[in-house]
């Protein structure tokens, strides 16, 4: 299923129903009298947000969404029905915009949130309600409101417990199909992954984990190189950021991979560096003890654990998956 993040939408609220004119015409009842019912309200349109949707795939086949309109009064006093609402569900973490001016008008990060996105128009009065003692006989009613309609966007930000990021060719696909049931891409090519895929971490006496792995950054993502920022926003919810470190080069060149990481969060978000973080030493298996040994005490210089793994053997991926629960859900079932 392709992964859509952004979605441009029309949402119609149904119109108000007519007031009725009508007089009552009983045997026996002298003069009769007013009896015209109020039009029913238009259906309004709910943004829901439920849990279980992960993606905007909806929205690729469905751009419009109308409310029902309201229905009209009748006599013998008989309002209108009211509109059947519509209520549209998006998925946690999305931001919702005006179409024409970019001004954000809701977030919703709760399961169940709703959002107002167009108000049912008001029904119409029947002549019963403009009846006084000195006009006892008014042929007058007057038509429903019309239901709000606009178009809006939409944004979706993930939701997720832990966030994988790194440079292209990383190993982070592999790594989430080591920690979860995924089966993303996986490649010996630079941005295999063109889109966020989504695992599930299974850890006994833990709840399970939600994991986002991010499309490769590169220096400038920020301003819109290679991916750019387009996914940068899909770390902004995650409460711990994994850091994917390619071990096999030369040098420093791993501390360097994190520098280059880190100024890209920062740049497009400062507290992003704040986040709760840890450092993977990925494709251990291709590195040499002492070589190993060098590469730890570049990180120890720097003020930084890192933990070494292999996501292609398996190695230490039991040991992390122990402390990515503990780190998020520290609290023993």
């Not at 119609?12 to 007013?34: H, I, L, Q, T």
């Not at 030493?281 to 990180?299: M, P, S, T």
Request: proline share 5%; with cysteine.
């Amino acid at each position: 299923m392709a992964f859509i993040d952004e979605a441009k939408f029309f949402v119609k609220a149904g119109d108000g129903g007519n007031g009725c004119v009508s007089f009552r015409r009983e045997k026996f009842v002298p003069r009769g009298g007013p009896n015209g019912g109020d039009g029913g309200k238009g259906g309004s349109v709910y943004l829901e947000a439920d849990r279980q949707l992960h993606s905007l795939i909806d929205f690729r086949y469905r751009s419009h969404f109308k409310a029902q309109r309201g229905d009209n009064g009748q006599g013998s006093d008989k309002h209108g029905r009211k509109g059947k609402d519509c209520i549209v569900r998006i998925p946690l973490g999305s931001v919702l915009k005006d179409a024409e001016t970019g001004h954000v008008l809701a977030d919703l990060t709760e399961n169940g949130g709703r959002f107002l996105a167009a108000q049912g128009g008001k029904g119409g009065f029947g002549n019963a309600r403009f009846a006084t003692s000195t006009n006892r006989a008014p042929r007058k009613a007057t038509p429903g409101q019309e239901g709000e309609e606009r178009w809006l966007k939409i944004e979706l930000k993930l939701i997720a417990d832990v966030g994988l990021i790194g440079l292209p060719n990383a190993g982070k696909s592999t790594l989430l199909s080591r920690l979860s049931a995924a089966q993303p891409k996986v490649a010996p090519y630079p941005f295999t992954t063109l889109e966020p895929q989504l695992g599930v971490l299974q850890v006994k006496h833990h709840r399970p984990l939600i994991i986002a792995d991010i499309p490769g950054l590169i220096e400038g993502a920020h301003n819109g190189v290679g991916l750019g920022h387009k996914f940068l926003r899909h770390v902004e919810r995650t409460k711990v950021l994994v850091h994917i470190l390619d071990g096999s080069g030369e040098g420093d060149t791993p501390l360097d991979d994190l520098r280059v990481l880190e100024k890209e969060l920062a740049a497009f978000d400062d507290t992003l560096l704040s986040r709760r973080q840890l450092i993977l030493l990925n494709k251990a298996d291709l590195i040499d003890g002492q070589r190993l040994a060098e590469l730890k005490a570049i990180f120890v210089s720097a003020g930084l654990d890192v933990l070494p793994i292999s996501a292609l053997s398996g190695e230490n991926i039991e040991p992390l998956k122990n402390t990515l629960a503990e780190l998020i859900d520290p609290v023993m079932y």
